[in-house]
């Protein structure tokens, strides 16, 4: 299970990580499939419980490269999960206000309350990627960053958030082919941005600035896992095990009814 889990104070070399790897399902891309149906299963399961004794809060944070599938996670892991209970913060370009803010002031009001399960859909950790690659503030401003994270996933974990984050790590060679698909099926035209291929050419800077993120963010409180997201059936496999995993270490259960319940009939 702790597999593509990094421990911390791991210096990270994504080219050490294979894309590509399915060695932790035995039994290929149908077992990989139908153990990722099951795991859909008793997220439903799990994130009911969650929410009925509304005691834990759960933060899952996804980061890729363009391309790298964190739709798809967000689409078939949380299938069939309530959505009463699970809300998706997507994080794009800053707006104006956010910009006139420390760069924590507009993710806060998303993380999850007593019995939600919080999905980013990007995060903070865009402002020590995107912002470092293309410069957006000085060197001395984003170093100082990775503390900042630290600290405020810390403060999150002692007030009873259980975090998760996962870095989809796809090949360039598999960007391409996606990017590819997108330029040619006319469903996924929209898709397309031209920025995109901007961001491709930086390919380079985006692993370097990763790679820091990962060795120096990857707490206790707070792991990275680096999952291989060439194969999207073994992504979707690898992040729903885990999280089952970590919600049922938190060995929950229905809390008691409100009232006595015996001899209460309907009519
Ligand atoms: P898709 O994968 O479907 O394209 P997306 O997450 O890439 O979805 P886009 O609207 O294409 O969504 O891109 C959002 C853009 O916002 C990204 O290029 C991202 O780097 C940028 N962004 C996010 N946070 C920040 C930030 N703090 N500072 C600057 N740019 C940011
Ligand atoms: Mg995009």
């Known amino acids: 299970m702790d597999q593509y889990r990094i421990a911390p104070g791991t210096t990270v070399h994504l080219a050490d990580h294979d894309p590509a790897d399915e060695s932790w399902c035995p039994d290929g891309k149908d077992g990989a499939r139908s153990a990722a149906k099951k795991a859909t299963r008793r997220l439903e399961e799990l994130q009911e419980l969650l929410y009925a004794q509304g005691r834990h809060r759960l933060l899952v944070v996804l980061q890729a490269m363009d391309t790298g599938g964190k739709d798809g996670v967000i689409?078939?892991?949380?299938?069939?999960?309530?959505?009463?209970?699970?809300?998706?913060?997507?994080?794009?370009?800053?707006?104006?206000?956010?910009?006139?803010?420390?760069?924590?002031?507009?993710?806060?009001?998303?993380?999850p309350g007593n019995g939600e399960i919080a999905i980013f859909n990007r995060s903070h950790y865009e402002d020590v990627l995107v912002v470092r690659v293309h410069s957006l503030v000085p060197p001395e401003r984003w170093e100082r960053r990775y503390d900042h994270i630290n600290a405020f996933e810390r403060l999150l974990a002692d007030e009873g958030t259980t975090i998760l984050k996962f870095f989809l790590h796809i090949s360039r060679d598999e960007q391409a082919a996606r990017l590819r698909s997108r330029?040619?099926?006319?469903?996924?035209?929209?898709?397309?941005?031209?920025?995109?291929?901007?961001?491709?050419?930086?390919?380079?800077?985006?692993?370097?600035?990763?790679?820091?993120?990962?060795?120096?963010?990857?707490?206790?409180?707070?792991?990275?896992?680096?999952?291989?997201?060439?194969?999207?059936?073994?992504?979707?496999?690898v992040i729903g095990r885990i999280l089952v995993d970590a919600l049922e270490s938190l060995q929950m259960s229905f809390p008691p009814p409100a009232d006595d319940l015996a001899g209460i009939v309907v009519e």
Do not use: C
């Open 183 to 237: 330029l040619e099926d006319p469903a996924k035209q929209w898709k397309f941005a031209k920025g995109d291929l901007e961001e491709r050419a930086l390919w380079d800077d985006y692993v370097t600035a990763y790679e820091a993120a990962l060795s120096r963010t990857s707490t206790a409180a707070a792991p990275w896992h680096v999952v291989p997201a060439d194969k999207k059936w073994y992504r979707d496999f």
């Open 75 to 111: 689409r078939r892991v949380f299938e069939g999960v309530n959505p009463l209970g699970v809300k998706v913060a997507s994080f794009k370009k800053p707006s104006p206000a956010d910009l006139a803010h420390d760069y924590l002031w507009r993710i806060h009001p998303h993380v």
